[in-house]
């Protein structure tokens, strides 16, 4: 599909005769997967080139895997292309794929949720995009989304802007295929590279370069910036326990590789020090070190790399405002979030790096959850809480701030109830050890391990029941809690479908309850443990007026009512 070609090409209006109106994808990745294939069979070629397949510390297999590799990832590229098919009409966006197993997936266009455009390093230096449809994507069902790699930049940005930007009342088609804004100019959308002035204190920015000259796709340009990279967050992100996964995985790699090269990585390793002077836990002790400090300078550069020229500004849409993220080094990625679809907010942060006021930004939304694919719903990077709590209220677009609210303080009987759990489960394993230990199944010393643990789980339970607060404002449920991840969620009273109050035996004996708003957005439910029984029902009533109505009872002294 030409440049010129491509918004006539979404234009099918009605569902033709079978065989027309359907698109390939871009020919362009046969010759891209057909370099990448021979750039991963030179390390091979060169390696049997320059040394002896005799000698015993040459050992080039990893090389001739990482050659089959490419390779057959370009044939599977190849067959991929000549199977796949893609088509937008007015009410669907259709996709049939397949070799052996045919498949034809659908979505329905007013169920789309995202229109993500991404491109890899490879992608951008051939001028290719991959766009995936979202109709509410899980991480689990992914047959929900559409991807379609790869497409041309024209195409991508055409195929974005139909989706998201053309159903406009006052829209209409010319018939050179463009489509016109009855008083505004004619359009082209702008390609996925493209980003703006430098700004701020987040260094370079990219830059916006429209499809023609002297034309601009007016809703490319942000009514509101939030947020733009910063360089210094990287502190927030360097420490956290896939540093180790990510170390270890580096460092397997660099045995696999130099190994094929007769380098021999432990034997350099092992000769470094007297590991039999330091002794075993001495070694342990330099292992996390070095492990952890190369894992942190392994995450500081995966912050750079997929956070680059980030951007969270509100933009136009033909349907109100889109909430967009563009952001990467190598490979860039675009996410455009319907704000109508927008139900609240939500900041996490985590328990070990608290003291530093680290926080996970995110946003509720119909269709995306937290574990949605690529993580459709986090607007920022980790970093600074209290950043977070303004870009985040600034989402919200409310002149109060709902994050600054103050919440209100849950009964001291929730702290006793963690403390009894905590109790219960360190004297609940001690006693399985005690057993183990009698039986000569594990050491005498585990016994003690075990009594070690209960004054951390003491002071867990502390922090557990601090983390408890909520309150509620004219449009907003405010609930906070959690121990490993203290969760402050900002929720619209609007959006609750229904209330769970629920109450366990311990709870009953303690005169506590849970209560649950439930929503179709997010994860589909948000609890608040261990309020007040005296004040749940009042909390449950006022998170969503009128839903539990029918089920009170007046009391005779006026207020909300009562439960039969």
């Known amino acids: ?83 796949t098919r893609f088509r937008i009409t007015d009410s669907h966006v259709e996709l049939r794929t397949g070799l052996l197993v045919r498949q034809r997936r659908t979505i329905q266009r007013d169920r789309i949720r995202t229109v993500d455009v991404t491109a890899k390093l ?38 974005q802007r139909v989706l998201l930007r053309e159903s406009a009342p006052n829209a209409r088609r010319t018939e050179s ?61 360097m420490f956290n326990i896939w540093a180790f996964v990510l170390a270890i995985g580096l460092l397997w790699g660099a045995l696999w590789l130099l190994s094929a090269v007769g ?52 933009v136009r849409s033909s349907e109100g405002t889109l909430l967009r993220t563009r952001k990467g080094l190598f490979t860039t990625r675009e996410i455009n979030r319907d704000e109508n679809r927008i139900r609240g907010a939500q900041i996490s942060e985590p328990v070990l790096w608290r003291w530093m006021g680290v926080s996970d930004t995110s946003v509720i939304t119909t269709g995306l959850d937290a574990w949605s694919a690529s993580e459709p719903t986090a607007i920022l990077p980790r970093g600074p809480v ?31 109830r963690r403390l009894r759990w905590a109790t219960a489960t360190c004297l609940g394993i001690g006693g399985v050890l005690t057993v183990l230990s009698i039986t000569d199944v594990v050491p005498s010393w585990t016994i003690w391990a075990a009594i070690a643990f209960l004054p ?34 900002v929720l619209q009273r609007s959006a609750v479908s229904t209330i769970v109050i629920r109450e366990s035996v311990l709870q009953r004996w303690l005169g506590l309850r849970s209560v649950s708003t439930m929503t179709a957005a997010g994860d589909s439910g948000y609890d608040t443990p261990d309020i007040g029984r005296a004040d749940s029902l009042d909390f449950a ?18 207020g909300p009512g009562q439960a039969p």
Do not use: C, K
């Not at 030179?42 to 390696?47: M, Y």
């Not at 942000?222 to 210094?232: D, K, L, M, S």
């Not at 209290?386 to 209100?408: C, I, K, T």
């Open 541 to 558: 009533v006022r998170a969503a007026p009128g839903i539990l109505d029918p089920f009170l009872v007046p009391r005779a002294e006026g």
């Open 122 to 159: 490879r992608h951008r230096v051939t001028r290719l995009r991959v766009v995936t449809i979202g109709a509410g994507q899980q991480t689990a069902a992914g047959e929900a989304a559409l991807p379609l790699d790869a497409l041309s930049v024209e195409d991508a940005s055409a195929l």
């Open 263 to 314: 380098i021999d990585l432990v034997g350099f390793a092992l000769g470094l020090l007297d590991w039999t002077a330091i002794g075993w836990i001495g070694t342990a002790l330099i292992a996390v070190v070095v492990v952890g400090a190369l894992g942190a300078i392994g995450l500081g550069v995966s912050y750079f790399i997929e956070n680059w020229n980030l951007e969270l500004a509100r």
């Open 177 to 237: 295929g463009r489509t016109e804004v009855a008083g505004t100019d004619p359009v082209r959308s702008t390609g996925a590279e493209g980003g703006r002035d430098q700004a701020g204190s987040g260094g370079p920015q990219p830059h916006d370069h429209a499809d023609e000259p002297g034309t601009a796709d007016p809703t490319d340009e942000p009514i509101q910036v939030f947020a733009r990279f910063e360089p210094t967050w990287v502190i927030y992100n």
């Open 456 to 489: 951390v789980s003491l002071v867990a339970a502390v922090l557990a029941y601090r983390a408890l607060g909520h309150t509620i404002t004219d449009r907003y449920v405010i609930t906070r809690s959690g121990l490993l991840n203290r969760s402050t969620t």
């Open 1 to 83: 599909m030409s440049a010129q070609a491509a918004p006539r090409s979404f234009e099918q209006t009605r569902d033709p005769a079978p065989g027309t109106g359907w698109q390939r994808l871009s020919a362009r990745i046969i010759w891209v997967d057909l370099v990448i294939s021979v750039l991963s069979s030179l390390p091979a070629v060169i390696a049997i080139w320059a040394f002896d397949l005799d000698d015993g510390a040459s050992q080039i297999w990893p090389l001739l895997g990482l050659a089959a590799f490419g390779v057959v990832g370009a044939l599977l590229d190849l067959v991929r292309w000549i199977v």
């Open 386 to 416: 209290r950043r977070a709590r303004r870009v985040a209220g600034q989402v919200l677009g409310d002149s109060a701030n709902p994050f600054h609210a103050d919440l209100e303080r849950h009964p001291r009987t929730a702290l006793h």
